[in-house]
């Protein structure tokens, strides 16, 4: 590396023994045929740090590519311009040598997309965009440094002023940037968004947040286009980077806009990461019930129904866990539309907040509006849908190889561009059992995928979304669309026949008619909807009126042992229901006097069922605001799915703002009062 021989080498390696030995540090590992290495504590670490302090230029003589770097990093770290003779004094070099070194300077900069502007009597400036410049920045701490190996001795030892070592412009770069408290923040998002960072993704954003913190306290902040902005805003992304932005805004005293929120939104999808578990939170259940009591409430109060769009269902759901871990542990989060959102959405800003009483309930804690303006941002896109449900959209299911970060930063990028709706965003080996469940017209993948493996168009493109991609895209989905306009006139015709006759076969009507006007279904590889809905599961045989309980544990054992016996469950899954009421409290009653008991699928569950009872004699279960119960209605899945609709309409049919049909199941004195309601 220096260019000297051996033994040159091994007299410099005495006199540094010599060093250390005078300085109290233990002194070099020297191993035949393994190599050199100085073994410290972290403590003789940060003392041998503050002895090369004391070195300056004057006993060290940096070569011409230090000097590019130190210029670079100094350029970058200043507000304003910057001048020659400040370079050179600091250099400890001449003008002209620095004037040498510029050149080299210019070539870095151009290459990575940036200008160096010299302006005559103050100075030279680095030119040109943001985004740029910090994408510059951390290349250039990156080819220099072993990232991860200086972020772990810098946070250790917090030693700021290493200014003149090789690593001086990474320990200048964050000598007042507290590394320790940006890991904490995005531990905190890993808990949020239930992921785990891979090691190299986690350095980076480590690196990315520190870059972004010095920028914006030396006044500079990225900008984004407003479409790729307003289409991140949904995202759960968006709302975990917004908390991350509050705790540095608080931690650094400084004001972090919205762009820089939307940058942070797109390196949490774009990371790449692990679930922490292959199957959703050991809550999953409580926060499906959760969501459909919430958007019964929000029907209830628009006069909407909301329950039929499997898209609000899913982005509450995705959103929940995190909002839930938030609340628990008393994180505030900053929503930076928070104003634009009430302006917007007056009115259902009120009804949404009133609605989510049943998340009050379960968390324990109030809701802020910053997190109540997150919950209405899908309400809002769910009733823009319902005002355009007759305009159908192409429905394209994104697909990448390792995981599904780069597919959300696709899936981001073609919803700014196209009118069309995202089924999901998955992993390729999750995309098969998506098209068992969900209608798809395309799928758009990162990775080669072989058609016939999916029964379906596959078209390839880069994540960024090229030129070319787009006009390939833009072919295919006005292709879809004119099928869809022939589809919805064929609907038109049948609800004009309807008028006039009863229509004994519909989908058979449709295809002929289809047939007729030469229109090619969109779905020739349309697959079965296998959810059975309330009047499948909740059946004569696993109905009971005016039971005898003498408390909760006792009505649990009645309507599990229903389930039983019509063949859903095995006797263990009565015993983790009331387990499970033990563990995670009273919530279960989840409306006044209605309490839905229910445990795992591995716990016993053999079939999607319901069981529902009504007590002579109310029963407490602990819950105050809800207290006592008159029904009880077990529910039992198999998956986290299958049971979907009919938990759907049970939340309807028990939810209804009168509450009409819940007086009635109360009051029935015979199960076909029941069964009559669930089949309304």
């Known amino acids: 590396m220096f260019q000297v021989s051996k033994r040159t080498v091994r007299y410099d390696l005495d006199a540094i023994d010599n060093f250390l030995k005078d300085n109290n540090l233990p002194q070099l590992l020297r191993k035949p045929k393994v190599g050199v290495k100085f073994d410290g504590t972290l403590e003789d670490e940060e003392k041998l740090f503050s002895l090369l302090d004391q070195v300056n230029f004057t006993n060290y003589v940096l070569s011409q590519k230090e000097r590019i770097n130190f210029i670079i990093s100094e350029l970058i770290q200043q507000k304003d311009y910057t001048n020659i003779n400040y370079l050179a004094d600091k250099l400890s070099v001449s003008r002209s040598t620095v004037v040498k070194d510029l050149r080299k300077v210019r070539e870095w900069l151009r290459s990575h997309g940036l200008e160096l502007s010299a302006v005559p009597r103050r100075g030279l400036k680095i030119a040109g965009e943001e985004k740029q410049l910090r994408r510059a920045a951390i290349e250039l701490l990156t080819e220099n440094l072993d990232i991860y190996r200086f972020l772990d001795v810098f946070k250790e030892t917090m030693h700021f002023s290493r200014e003149n070592l090789f690593d001086n412009y990474g320990a200048k770069l964050f000598k007042d940037i507290d590394i320790k408290y940006i890991e904490e923040c995005l531990k905190i998002a890993e808990k949020e968004l239930d992921i785990v960072f891979s090691d190299a993704a986690f350095s980076g954003f480590v690196v990315h947040l520190a870059m972004a913190i010095k920028r914006i306290k030396l006044g500079k902040d990225i900008v984004m286009p407003q479409e790729e902005l307003e289409s991140l805003k949904i995202t759960k992304e968006f709302a975990v980077a917004s908390n991350i932005a509050k705790m540095l805004e608080e931690h650094y005293r400084i004001s972090i806009p919205i762009e820089e929120i939307g940058y942070i939104a797109i390196h949490l999808l774009g990371s790449t990461t692990a679930r922490v578990k292959d199957i959703e939170d050991e809550n999953w259940m409580e926060y499906q019930i959760l969501v459909q009591q919430i958007i019964s409430l929000v029907s209830n109060n628009m006069g909407v129904d909301l329950f039929q769009d499997k898209q609000l269902f899913d982005g509450l759901l995705e959103h929940l866990r995190p909002t839930v871990y938030r609340l628990r542990h008393d994180l505030s989060i900053k929503n930076p539309i928070l104003d634009e959102i009430k302006l917007n959405y007056k009115e259902l800003f009120e009804i949404v907040k009133v609605s989510l009483k049943p998340l009050e309930v379960y968390t324990q804690k109030s809701i802020p509006d910053e997190e109540v303006g997150y919950f209405v941002l899908h309400f809002g896109a769910a009733l823009e849908r319902l005002k355009s449900k007759d305009i159908a959209k192409p429905k394209i299911l994104v697909v990448c190889g390792t995981g599904i970060g780069t597919a959300k930063l696709l899936s981001s990028r073609l919803q700014s561009i196209f009118d ?10 999750q995309a098969k059992e998506v098209l068992k469940e969900k209608k798809v017209d395309l799928i ?47 609907d038109e015709i049948i609800k004009v026949v309807e008028k006039y006759a009863d229509i004994k076969e519909r989908e058979k009507l449709k295809k002929d008619l289809m047939r007729l006007f030469k229109i090619p279904s969109i779905h020739s590889c349309e697959r079965g909807d296998v959810q059975p809905v309330l009047k499948d599961v909740l059946v004569e045989d696993t109905i009971k009126l005016n039971v005898e309980a003498k408390d909760w ?31 995670t409290g009273p919530y279960i009653v989840i409306a006044p006097g209605i309490a839905m008991p229910h445990a795992r699928p591995e716990e016993g569950a053999k079939r999607v069922g319901m069981s529902l009872i009504t007590l002579k004699n109310p029963v407490n279960f602990g819950n105050k605001d809800n207290d ?53």
């Open 628 to 680: 006592p119960v008159k029904i009880v209605v077990c529910l039992c899945a198999v998956d986290h799915s299958s049971h979907l609709k009919a938990l759907a309409e049970l939340v309807q049919l028990l939810g209804d703002k009168e509450k009409e049909k819940v007086k009635k199941i109360s009051e029935a004195k015979e199960v076909k009062e029941v069964i009559s309601l669930i089949s309304q």
């Open 444 to 490: 758009v993948s990162s990775i080669p995928v072989r058609e016939e493996e999916m029964g379906l168009k596959v078209l390839v493109v880069n994540p960024l979304l090229k030129e070319g991609d787009i006009r390939r895209l833009k072919s295919y989905i006005t292709t879809v669309k004119r099928q869809y306009d022939g589809e919805n006139k064929v």
């Open 553 to 583: 544990e006792e009505a649990i054992r009645i309507g599990g042992e229903l389930l039983v016996k019509k063949g859903y469950a095995m006797p263990s899954y009565i015993e983790a229901m009331i387990n499970n009421v033990k563990k």
């Open 420 to 429: 069309i709706d995202i089924v999901d965003a998955v992993s390729y080996r």
